[in-house]
């Protein structure tokens, strides 16, 4: 089955720590996408990468890093210096005029 | 920063009504629209797009556009209680980017 797979589903965090976010896709598509959802809130783009070895900032990525050395693989991670990671994470790709396809995503909490 | 707005809701209709879901974006060059359906807890899933004015049909669901008015809608014809759930405006913005609106709760009411 071609799809998203995001790990893990639930992620803890304490405070000063930095934590890496798995996304990998088999979809064969180019462009990788970083979303951060809030409670109540529509979703936030913080990076995403259209070819491998490139990519850009989104709205917030100040506090995250990303990378993309390969084109099934765009890991995220949070960094002590982002001051409110707890959130639902959800990776994305896209292939052409397509949507986006989501993967299940991760629930970060901050303990 | 593009702005998609939704009314957040909660829009409630009985069983087998029309819901009708609305959504505004104020990028005038904004070429392509989809309508994302997420339920409690889950990532979003593609329910429509539509990148020409007028109405796309899919099943229960229609999309409507109007370019000159800025303005999105969902309709969901013979609404179900597992049509309940949060659905999300969300516009594509030069880069291949997509800016999504809060999105609007809908409860159906069996």
């Known amino acids: 089955d071609g799809g998203i797979t995001q790990s893990p589903k639930y992620l803890f965090r304490k405070e000063g720590q930095n934590v890496t976010l798995s996304c990998e896709q088999n979809?064969?598509?180019?462009?990788m996408y970083w979303y951060r959802q809030d409670p109540g809130q529509g979703l936030r783009l913080i990076y995403y990468?259209?070819?491998?070895?490139?990519?850009q900032k989104g709205d917030i990525a100040e506090g995250y890093s990303v990378s993309r050395e390969k084109k099934e693989s765009f890991p995220l991670t949070v960094t002590s210096a982002q001051k409110n990671p707890t959130a639902f994470y959800l990776c994305?790709?896209?292939?052409?005029?397509?949507?986006?396809?989501f993967g299940s995503g991760t629930r970060l909490t901050v303990v | 920063q593009k702005e998609v707005e939704q009314n957040s809701g909660p829009l409630s209709v009985p069983e087998g009504a029309i819901a009708s879901l609305n959504c505004t974006y104020s990028?005038?060059?904004?070429?392509?629209f989809f309508w994302y359906r997420q339920y409690s807890g889950k990532s979003p899933e593609l329910i429509m797009f539509?990148?020409?004015?007028g109405d796309k049909e899919d099943g229960r669901f229609t999309a409507q556009l109007n370019k000159a008015s800025q303005y999105v809608s969902l309709l969901i014809r013979d609404s179900q209680p597992s049509d309940s759930a949060t659905y999300l405006c969300a516009v594509m913005e030069y880069g291949n980017k997509l800016v999504f609106g809060a999105g609007t709760i809908l409860r159906v009411k069996s």
């Open positions: 990028d005038r060059g904004s070429q392509s």
């Open positions: 994305a790709s896209r292939q052409l005029e397509e949507g986006y396809t």
């Open positions: 990468s259209q070819i491998v070895n490139d990519f």
């Open positions: 979809l064969n598509h180019d462009a």
């Open positions: 539509i990148y020409s004015n």
